[in-house]
């Protein structure tokens, strides 16, 4: 069964632009989690969707956005990216139920210069 | 608000020997703990988890302890191979989201 996979997997973007990563889970697997990594900090929690849905949801602002597609595809959005925005995303994905294990991709760096 | 930390942000073990890498927790409502594995350029790849019913979970050369108490995890890794050398992070679960710790970079010498 093929794992996690992420699109694309480097990014440079400049000051102010937008940019959008997908994330594509398992095979079977409903909920989609997103995860910012950066140095020092760990992986802090984004949102999660399941089932189209953003069930729960981190403390990041508005500029984070994401949503999910019926085949459980889910895509990430960053808008006015700032330079504190760089750092690796991580997307996990598990069969349902959020306290269920949950399996990442390779992650995308993104640079903001 | 860091509510799982590892503070040990490096370790360096012999080949052979035992790791063990600790993991601190400041939400009693945590229920469920895990352990993920990061090899660079590499996601996190999942090794071993513990609810919070039990205190002590075992898979192969893996062992994880939940001191419930001292809101206290860790993984012992016996005996300790090159191969393991990775960036180990704890994660906790309330039910709503994992929350995970800055991670503790394993270094196994041969």
């Known amino acids: 069964k093929a794992g996690v996979t992420q699109t694309p997997r480097y990014l440079i973007k400049t000051r102010g632009q937008q940019v959008t990563l997908s994330c594509s889970p398992i095979?079977?697997?409903?909920?989609v989690s997103w995860y910012q990594q950066t140095p020092g900090q760990g992986l802090q929690f984004l949102f999660e969707?399941?089932?189209?849905?953003?069930?729960n949801k981190g403390n990041f602002p508005g500029r984070f956005s994401g949503r999910q597609f019926s085949n459980s595809r889910s895509e990430m959005n960053v808008s006015t990216l700032e330079l504190g925005d760089s750092a690796l995303y991580l997307c996990?994905?598990?069969?349902?139920?959020?306290?269920?294990?949950?399996?990442f991709g390779p992650g995308t760096r993104l640079l903001v210069l | 608000d860091q509510q799982v930390k590892q503070n040990s942000p490096s370790l360096s073990v012999q080949e052979g020997r035992i790791s063990i890498l600790n993991c601190d927790y400041t939400?009693?409502?945590?229920?469920?703990f895990l352990w993920y594995k990061k090899y660079p350029a590499e996601g996190p790849t999942f090794l071993i988890s513990?609810?919070?019913?039990?205190d002590k979970n075992e898979d192969g050369r893996f062992t994880v302890f939940l001191n419930k108490s001292a809101k206290h995890l860790s993984l012992h890794i016996v005996p300790s191979q090159p191969g393991d050398s990775a960036v180990y992070f704890c994660?906790?679960?309330?039910?709503?989201?994992?929350?995970f710790g800055t991670g503790t970079s394993l270094t196994v010498i041969p």
């Open positions: 095979s079977g697997h409903r909920s």
């Open positions: 513990i609810s919070s019913i039990k």
């Open positions: 939400n009693s409502m945590f229920d469920y």
């Open positions: 994660a906790a679960n309330t039910g709503n989201q994992f929350y």
């Open positions: 996990a994905s598990s069969l349902a139920a959020v306290r269920e294990t949950q399996y």
């Open positions: 969707y399941f089932s189209e849905t953003q069930r």
